[in-house]
């Protein structure tokens, strides 16, 4: 653990698998709405990202999204499907770190699935525009910073803390494993 851990005196590091895994990836993904989409994530890469909004987020985890099949996104993914998803939902907690493999295809029923009608701003032809391609992304790995309780408990032991000179961080964080 880090080395601001063995200041705790609460623990501050749990690792999420299963149900509970997901559970937390969907409150934190929620919370954000969108998160910069990194491809070329090769080491001595120079990595692309771009925000995006993802469209669904399954039960199983895997992330949705809606993409121009002309896109240097899609190009990427079509070289290296190895991607990683950015998210945060506040300045001070709700952050998400998701590694996975992201696949391609233009299914017109998930398309409709997923489909809401702001998206015609980039599909100007609406839900049948010939571009829209599905990105499915499957985690392989994440890891996730919260706080333990709503912000301001969390702002009142930082602020106890600095005036007692104790580390009384409200944070959490772990690795989450689907």
Same mark, same amino acid.
């Given at each position: ?6 200041? %705790? ?17 969907? @409150? &934190? ?5 969108? =998160?910069?989409? =990194?491809? %070329? ?19 199983? $985890? ?26 945060? $939902? ?28 702001? &998206?015609?701003?980039?599909? @100007? ?21 919260? @706080? ?6 969390? &702002? ?10 104790? @580390? &009384? ?10």
């Amino acid at each position: 653990m880090d080395s601001i851990n063995k200041n %705790q005196p609460e623990d501050n590091y749990e690792d999420l698998t299963g149900e509970k895994g997901i559970a937390k990836m969907k @409150t &934190l993904a929620d919370k954000a709405g969108t =998160c910069f989409f =990194c491809t %070329q994530i090769g080491a001595n890469e120079r990595f692309s990202t771009r925000p995006m909004s993802f469209q669904k987020l399954d039960d199983d $985890g895997t992330f949705w999204f809606l993409s121009a099949n002309d896109s240097n996104k899609n190009r990427e993914i079509e070289a290296d499907s190895s991607i990683q998803l950015l998210f945060q $939902g506040s300045s001070y907690s709700d952050f998400l770190n998701v590694y996975g493999e992201a696949s391609i295809n233009q299914d017109k029923a998930v398309i409709k699935e997923l489909w809401n009608p702001i &998206l015609k701003t980039w599909f @100007t032809e609406g839900i049948d525009d010939p571009r829209i391609s599905v990105i499915k992304v499957v985690p392989s790995e994440a890891y996730y910073w919260d @706080t333990k309780h709503p912000q301001v408990v969390g &702002l009142i032991k930082r602020m106890v803390g600095a005036a007692i000179g104790k @580390t &009384l961080d409200d944070s959490i964080e772990g690795t989450i494993t689907v």
